[in-house]
Antibody, heavy 121, light 111 residues
């Protein structure tokens, strides 16, 4: 079964850091680009960041550029999101998502259940 | 980057058809055939319903269809059923460094 399981969320103070992980199983991880998408409570989906299969192409939403870093470890079938200088507006459920067909432009066919990040003092 | 524009809400009766629009620019919706649509029920992760403008993933009902004209994409749901009541989001690949942009979402109510 194709599965994505996020972890690492929690309550953190403004200005602090957090690292999210996404464990992939059931597919050949290094054949696919991966993305992070977030959803603030009661709000819509917001794309956060994406990374190609070999980490050669990376992109970020303007709202997180310079603060968040996406990475992956294909040997461990894992995707990561390092979040620094966190703000209240980063409070959201963070999903990792697999693309349908290998590259970054493809739709997201598999989503994890999300990990909640709450930024508050 | 600006989100794609969707109506906040649409509604229809069981058996009817509805269409949700998604308007972008020539840098995203109009420039690529990489528009996708997602269904999200409360408390659940999004589910891919349409990819590459008009393709349905395996297992998605043929009551769902997608199309595009210029900078506007559309999702049509025919033969509305109670279980179709959900939030729907469009997204598109974009030529900017941000890669992907979502619409603001549309709440579908089945009357």
């Amino acid at each position: 079964e194709v599965q994505l399981v996020e972890s690492g969320g929690g309550l953190v103070q403004p200005g602090r850091s957090l690292r999210l992980s996404c464990a992939a199983s059931g597919f050949t991880f290094d054949d696919y680009a991966m993305h992070w998408v977030r959803q603030a409570p009661g709000k819509g989906l917001e794309w956060v960041s994406g990374i190609s299969w070999n980490s050669g192409s990376i992109g970020y939403a303007d709202s997180v550029k310079g603060r968040f870093t996406i990475s992956r470890d294909n040997a461990k079938n894992s995707l990561y999101l390092q979040m620094n200088s966190l703000r209240a507006e980063d409070t959201a459920l963070y999903y990792c998502a697999k693309v349908l067909a290998g590259d970054l432009s493809s739709a997201f066919d598999i989503w994890g259940q999300g990990t909640m990040v709450t930024v508050s003092s | 980057q600006s989100a794609l524009t969707q109506p906040a809400s649409v509604s229809g009766s069981p058996g009817q058809s509805i269409t949700i629009s998604c308007t972008g620019t020539s840098s995203d919706v109009g420039g690529y055939n990489y528009v996708s649509w997602y269904q999200q029920h409360p408390g659940k992760a999004p589910k891919l319903m349409i990819y590459d403008v008009s393709n349905r993933p395996s297992g998605v009902s043929n009551r769902f269809s997608g199309s595009k004209s210029g900078n506007t994409a559309s999702l049509t749901i025919s033969g509305l059923q109670a279980e179709d009541e959900a939030d729907y989001y469009c997204s598109s690949y974009t030529s900017s460094s941000t890669q992907v942009v979502f619409g603001g979402g549309t709440k579908l109510t089945v009357l």
